[in-house]
Antibody, heavy 120, light 112 residues
Framework: QLQLQESGPGLVKASETLSLTCTASGGSISSSSYYWGWIRQPPGKGLEWIGS???????YYNPSLKSRVAISVDTSKNQFSLKLTSVSAADTAVYYC????????????WGRGTLVTVSS | DVVMTQTPLSSPVTLGQPASISCRSS???????????LSWLHQRPGQPPRLLIYKISSRFSGVPDRFSGSGAGTDFTLKISRVEAEDVGVYYC?????????FGQGTKVEIK
């Protein structure tokens, strides 16, 4: 069964770049059945869609973050990654990676999430 | 962006009793392919969300049949026929018809 696991620094300084990686196991990132997405959740708040990528490299970003976000895929490592530049305290959140089923367009599998705190 | 508005934001329920959550979208959610990509997710404290319902009313694998979804156009509902202790947490609706994908603000279900 597909499993996803986020990894990366838990603390990032303000104005620097947040970098996270999601590693898939039990399934292939090259599958045509999924988009691969990033979602975040500030402490005590709701969910925000960051963006997604298809195995071909096609990306879709939330316009509210588009100028600062880049999502990439590395099929050789079965991973996809998130970079968010010029972070501020407002970017402090739990970051989740997830699979978006291509056919039914819903988030079928989530990673456990990783808390990233932006420090001043 | 499509705004998803959930009501109520908090729902105290008695074990064994039904619960209902409403989700209204600011735009219609019928995709050009004819499908409506409205799903419901459940998040327990300290855990990631998990999928319950997709395309308005289809239960995801392993989801108990006490959960049901309904609706059309811009108005959607999640119902729990008999609330169990494991159903506590926050429920989110999500639309994937339009970009960017957007979520409701969440409805917290707790036991009275």
């Amino acid at each position: 069964q597909l499993q996803l696991q986020e990894s990366g620094p838990g603390l990032v300084k303000a104005s620097e770049t947040l970098s996270l990686t999601c590693t898939a196991s039990g399934g292939s990132i090259s599958s045509s059945s999924y988009y691969w997405g990033w979602i975040r959740q500030p402490p005590g708040k709701g969910l925000e869609w960051i963006g997604s990528i298809y195995y071909t490299g096609t990306t879709y970003y939330n316009p509210s973050l588009k100028s600062r976000v880049a999502i990439s895929v590395d099929t050789s490592k079965n991973q996809f990654s998130l970079k968010l530049t010029s972070v501020s305290a407002a970017d402090t959140a739990v970051y989740y990676c997830a699979s978006l089923d291509w056919d039914i367009l819903c988030l079928t599998m989530w990673g456990r999430g990783t808390l990233v705190t932006v420090s001043s | 962006d499509v705004v998803m508005t959930q009501t109520p934001l908090s729902s105290p329920v008695t074990l064994g009793q039904p619960a209902s959550i409403s989700c209204r979208s600011s735009q219609g959610l019928v995709h050009s392919d004819g499908n409506t990509y409205l799903s419901w997710l459940h998040q327990r404290p300290g855990q990631p969300p998990r999928l319950l319902i997709y395309k308005i009313s289809s239960r995801f694998s392993g989801v108990p049949d006490r959960f049901s979804g309904s609706g059309a156009g811009t108005d959607f509902t999640l119902k729990i026929s008999r609330v169990e202790a494991e159903d506590v947490g926050v429920y989110y609706c999500m639309q994937a018809t339009h970009f960017p994908r957007t979520f409701g603000q969440g409805t917290k279900v707790e036991i009275k």
